[in-house]
């Protein structure tokens, strides 16, 4: 096998999984700009996603389209009740206490899941078939092309209600100055609702998505959620451009490394990319020097 | 308008401000001077519940607000210009003056808040010259104007404005006083200004409060503060000497 056509198939698998590390990242960044709390718990809306759209899909033979929409929703309730239930009632809460809980609350919702719907590991079919497409020499599944569109379309809708929505402006805010924000009307705990709200149901579009090609079980969070951390951390928890980026540069240099050097490490490479970028540039490789006068 | 009545407030172990008492008429300009620490800050947040009074009554309109959390006293009317101009400063001016009235957007009054951006636009013609630029980058006393512009956006009926002359140039100040002038004027909005430059203040204000270390030492009609000794002694600058051998 030639290497071009090779590395562009490493190259087409590793965005792909990279869009998907960036979704599971933005949850993260989404969440630590409004509350400060890095949720730990955020990998397992990701499986949620996924094991959920598979019961609904299997058990319940609802068809795809809506076991997919009940699925994001009834992960995203849960989400919401977790903030409600765990980090609105702290008195005085530490971003260390808050960070145990997420923890605790992430093993709770996978032991739960684990009674639920047992240890074995569950596959969604793909959304479009499974006739793979050649594109520049290398063997892409559809699946692949639909983790890249919906990728693109959760990104552009996360940009447009950020930047050109009031509620997302709001949000903006908070994240930047919380006591301004309340001076002006925001109410602050509305807007760790709604960031809790809005990362819950992407990362569970995430694992809805990527189920088709890895499968899903009640752990597949675990190592989702810590490689969404990684890309969080690589574009220096922005929830924007830089966790994307992030994302596929993450995914990325896995698919190459487990293609060219060995697929055992695959998950080092991750953890050493984060490594690095703790000890060299903990603010992100992609944050820019900030102009600002006081 | 606005009544406080034995207010207590603590930062953790600190009291912040002992039993004080004040009120505000409509329509007033009211200013409260002191030195560095004296609560004046504290006063502020406890009326717009950043720092709630532990004990005390607060009435604006007949209404006790002392226990409502900092949302419900915006929409009574209540806006709070922040010490050191607190803008969201990676967010564009527009944006700023946007979110100050954020309440009004869940109300869906977006017409009038257009009218309102264009009003904040006349009042100070720079803010709109810089509308799509950063917060951040805006001059100190731009930042100010923007501050104050996003607290109009909520349309007050009270407005609360903590140190709008610090670190700006002498006639920034005065800009950014005679804005305040004119919205009485034409608004009828009531004003509690704090400051550390007493002078202009009291010659700005109808009436004032002295605090000192928590406690509301002096009140009164701002010219005859202005004449206090005391007054002039500790915040006017003036020398003991060129009081005493006038």
Not at chain 1, 22 to 49: K, P, R
Not at chain 1, 150 to 177: D, E, H, P, Q
Request: net charge positive; aromatic share 8%; charged share 15%.
């Amino acid at each position: 096998m030639d290497l071009l056509p090779q590395l562009t198939q490493y190259a087409f698998s590793g965005l792909s999984t990279g869009a998907i590390y960036a979704l599971i990242g933005l949850g993260f960044a989404i969440i630590y700009n409004s509350t400060g709390i890095i949720n730990f718990a955020q990998g397992e809306f990701v499986m949620l996603g996924g094991v959920l759209t598979h019961f609904f899909l299997m058990v319940l033979k609802f068809p795809l389209v809506v076991s997919m929409a009940v699925a994001i929703l009834v992960a995203t309730a849960i989400g919401v009740a977790f903030e409600r239930l765990t980090i609105r009632p702290l008195k005085r809460p530490t971003p260390l206490s808050m960070v145990i809980i997420t923890i605790g609350g992430s093993i709770f919702i996978r032991g739960v899941a684990m009674l639920i719907w047992g240890k074995d590991t569950h596959s969604l079919p793909p959304f479009s078939g499974n006739e793979p497409l050649v594109i520049a020499g290398a063997t892409v599944m559809p699946q692949h092309l639909w983790i890249f569109g919906l990728t693109l379309l959760v990104i552009a809708a996360n940009k447009y209600f950020f930047y050109y929505t009031i509620s997302g402006k709001a949000m903006r805010a908070c994240s930047y100055n919380r006591t301004a924000a309340s001076l002006v009307g925001i109410d602050v705990r509305r807007m760790v609702f709604l960031s809790f709200a809005i990362s819950s149901a992407m990362g569970a579009m995430a694992g809805i998505i990527i189920a088709p090609l890895t499968m899903t079980a009640y752990d597949v969070g675990v190592m989702l959620g810590l490689k969404g951390f990684c890309a969080a951390i690589i574009g220096g928890m922005s929830s924007g451009f830089g966790t994307v980026l992030g994302g596929l540069l993450l995914g990325l240099l896995e698919s190459l490394g487990a293609g060219l050097i060995s697929s055992g490490y695959k998950d080092a490479i991750a953890f050493i990319i984060l490594l690095l970028i703790l000890f060299i540039r903990p603010q992100g490789l992609f944050s820019k020097a900030q102009t600002e006068r006081v | 308008m606005l009544r406080l009545k034995n207010i207590n407030t603590y930062y953790g172990q600190v009291h912040a401000l002992r039993n004080v008492s004040l009120h505000l008429a409509k329509g007033e300009i009211v200013t409260l001077i002191g030195a560095n620490g004296a609560g004046k800050t504290s006063l502020l947040n406890t009326l717009s519940a950043i720092t709630p009074a532990r004990s005390g009554e607060i009435h604006f309109q007949g209404e006790g607000i002392g226990t409502l959390p900092p949302d419900r006293i915006v929409e009574l009317g209540i806006s709070h210009v922040p010490e050191g101009r607190q803008v969201f400063k990676p967010l564009s001016v527009e944006d700023n003056l946007e979110l100050g009235a954020y309440l009004r957007y869940r109300k869906k009054e977006k017409i009038a808040i257009r009218q309102d951006l264009e009003m904040i636009y006349e009042l100070f013609p720079r803010l709109r010259e810089r509308r799509k630029q950063m917060a951040g980058t805006l001059s100190g006393g731009e930042q100010q104007m923007l501050a104050i512009g996003r607290a109009l956006m909520a349309r007050p009926k009270l407005l609360l404005l903590d140190e709008p002359s610090m670190g700006l140039a002498p006639l920034v100040v005065q800009e950014i006083f005679r804005v305040i002038e004119n919205l009485r004027r034409e608004k009828g909005t009531t004003v509690l200004l704090v400051e550390q430059n007493a002078k202009a203040a009291l010659a700005l204000a109808d009436r004032g409060y002295v605090l000192e270390t928590g406690k509301m030492i002096l009140e009164g009609v701002a010219s005859e503060l202005l004449e206090n000794r005391e007054v002039q002694r500790a915040y006017l600058g003036k020398e003991k000497k060129e009081i005493w051998e006038r």
